[in-house]
């Protein structure tokens, strides 16, 4: 019997393992690291590893990345849903930076990365462009040009092409025109009266009025017909 119940609890521990293991197999799939990558940059301008982009805007951003800066920086978007355990993004780009550089030494590298998990972004430029991007800039542009659309709604197209146009006139000589601004929302127009147009209103008289009537014309009519 003891040999049974050994038997039987094995089984149930080993079930549960598995059952760990396949429970824990996907998240962990999805943690990127600079070793899923590959180890030269790849022929599409936009990695979307995350599937953030309809064919339509991966199509539109790899010809906008493509035209950035000419013959003499190679800008890529790249996406991914999350990232490994104590590793940025910032630190990402830059392992990446460091490793798609060194088979185009000729071009500089300019890398915009979003991460869907935390709906977060990036911007890591090759040293040599710290005269024409400083890194002020590319933070900013990561954390206000870029987080601005995917904060309201995850718009990752809009992201990508609010950085590039922030990137390119400064890189073309321009002042920079800064993150953009929060759209002015208009008030939603609504039949119910706010709290100061109800203090004002004479809506309280009116009520009292009623009211006076309503009793004083019945005990009026019993009166005169009694």
Do not use: C, K
Request: hydrophobic content about 45%.
């Amino acid at each position: 019997m003891g040999h049974v119940i050994r038997a039987r609890l094995s089984a149930v521990l080993l079930s549960a393992a598995l059952l760990f293991a396949a429970l824990a197999l996907p998240a962990a799939a999805w943690a990127t690291g600079a070793a899923d990558f590959p180890p030269q940059p790849p022929a599409s301008h936009v990695l979307d590893q995350a599937d953030l982009l309809s064919r339509a805007a991966g199509t539109e951003l790899d010809r906008r990345l493509q035209e950035f800066g000419g013959d003499h920086i190679d800008a890529r978007l790249v996406t991914l849903r999350r990232l490994d355990y104590g590793l940025s993004l910032d630190a990402l780009g830059e392992q990446l930076v460091e490793r798609w550089s060194a088979d185009e030494p000729d071009r500089s590298l300019l890398l915009l990365l979003i991460e869907s998990q935390n709906n977060s972004a990036a911007v890591v430029a090759s040293s040599d462009l710290d005269g024409q991007l400083p890194s002020e800039l590319l933070s900013s542009t990561a954390i206000s040009t870029m987080g601005l659309p995917l904060r309201e709604g995850a718009r990752y197209r809009q992201a990508s092409v609010d950085a590039l146009d922030r990137l390119a006139v400064v890189l073309n000589g321009g002042e920079d025109p800064g993150p953009p601004q929060l759209a002015e929302r208009m008030p939603i127009e609504t039949n119910i009266p706010t709290r100061e147009e109800t203090q004002s209103s004479n809506a309280f008289l009116w009520v009292v009025v009623l009211l006076v009537v309503g009793t004083l014309v019945p005990m009026i009519t019993w009166w005169v017909f009694s």
